[in-house]
């Protein structure tokens, strides 16, 4: 399953950033969709979640900060991100699957938030 995360780079504190997930054998509408991120030292942990009806949901830590979408039409999720910490320096994947679909997730894109 191809799931292509771009849109990583270096931004300063205070910045934004927008992910991309582009995921063209991903049928949206049967498969929930979902960004995870892991921290240096840290376990891969859940940031946000698409539902194939396409309504968002945040763990507590990124509500009111990042933004989920899609794009249906494209084959691709977003991740809006605003206001950075150093904080949020990892790697950001996304996931397709879950809820008894196939579960598989991208290669990862790296983002690196300078103090």
């Known amino acids: 399953v191809q799931l292509q995360a771009s849109g990583g780079g270096l931004v300063q504190a205070g910045g934004s950033l927008t992910l991309s997930c582009y995921a063209p054998?991903?049928?949206?509408?049967?498969?929930?969709m979902a960004w995870y991120r892991q921290t240096p030292g840290n376990q891969r942990e859940l940031v946000a979640t698409l539902s194939t009806g396409g309504r968002p949901s945040y763990a507590e830590a990124f509500e009111g900060r990042f933004t989920v979408s899609r794009d249906i039409a494209k084959s691709t999720m977003f991740l809006q991100m605003n206001n950075l910490n150093p904080g949020d320096t990892g790697t950001y994947y996304c996931?397709?699957?879950?809820?008894?679909?196939?579960?598989?997730y991208g290669p990862g894109t790296q983002v690196t938030v300078s103090s």
């Open positions: 054998e991903i049928n949206f509408g049967r498969s929930p």
């Open positions: 996931r397709t699957g879950g809820l008894g679909a196939p579960i598989y």
